[in-house]
């Protein structure tokens, strides 16, 4: 079965510090994967996804994610980070063997950022 | 172009109770699938219905329900709630029914049972 493992349930940094959120899948195959953004009383907002193109992906708002088969990661990094960057991460997985289409979430990560 | 729209956005209701969430998916948006998110157990997969037929189904008790009209609008439904059934019900879709595109979510439904 297809999991998600986000590592640090919490991670603050300073404003202007590199972000970086961790994310590892557990897949036989290469899955689609996405990362998420959730702000306070919102819904998931979709910050970008791979999908077996190209391995770097660049989102919204300065987001990008690396594919590493290898390391069986997708961790979300942005260089600089904004206040309004605060909010709760999360990294999910498309099942794209057994056709159940269904995402698999990780447990989330909330960045603080500090002033 | 309209987004996802989940009503109500609020709901208490008492233990015992049923209730029927909506979702109005993005037009042309024909998978729907409904997600629960709570504190302790984060986002679980409900339930997915694609064409008015339900392709998915989550790890969930009997009391969760759900149905896809043909105009794909959704609803759900939970009888007999439980208090642990208090949680943020988020509504997903999907132009396609493939597993690579992407999802657009709601703004939930916060169910507070008492």
């Known amino acids: 079965a297809q999991s998600v493992t986000q590592l640090g349930s919490h991670v603050s940094v300073s404003e202007g510090a590199l972000v970086l959120l961790r994310c590892n899948y557990s897949s036989s195959v290469p899955p689609y994967l996405f990362w998420y953004v959730q702000y306070p009383n919102q819904g998931l907002q979709l910050l970008l996804k791979?999908?077996?193109?190209?391995?770097l992906v660049k989102g919204i708002n300065g987001f990008e994610a690396e594919f590493k088969k290898s390391e069986t990661s997708f961790h979300l990094t942005k260089p600089s980070a904004h206040m309004s960057d605060a909010a709760e991460y999360f990294c999910?997985?498309?099942?794209?063997?057994?056709?159940?289409?269904?995402?698999?979430f990780g447990t989330g990560t909330r960045l603080k950022v500090l002033a | 172009k309209a987004g996802v729209t989940q009503t109500p956005r609020y709901l208490i209701k008492t233990r015992g109770q049923q209730v029927t969430l909506s979702c109005s998916p993005i037009s042309g948006h024909r998978s729907v699938s409904w997600y629960q998110q709570t504190p302790g157990q984060g986002l679980q997969f409900l339930f997915e219905?694609?064409?008015?037929?339900?392709?998915n189904k989550g790890n969930f008790p009997g009391r969760f329900s759900g149905r896809q009209f043909s105009n794909s609008r959704s609803e759900m439904n939970v009888s007999t709630l439980e208090l642990g059934d208090s949680a943020l019900y988020l509504c997903?879709?999907?132009?396609?029914?493939?597993?690579?595109?992407?999802?657009?979510f709601g703004q939930g439904t916060r169910l507070t049972v008492v």
């Open positions: 997903a879709t999907r132009k396609m029914a493939d597993s690579n595109t992407e999802a657009f």
């Open positions: 999910a997985v498309s099942d794209r063997t057994s056709g159940t289409y269904k995402y698999i």
């Open positions: 791979y999908t077996s193109a190209a391995t």
């Open positions: 219905y694609f064409s008015e037929t339900q392709r």
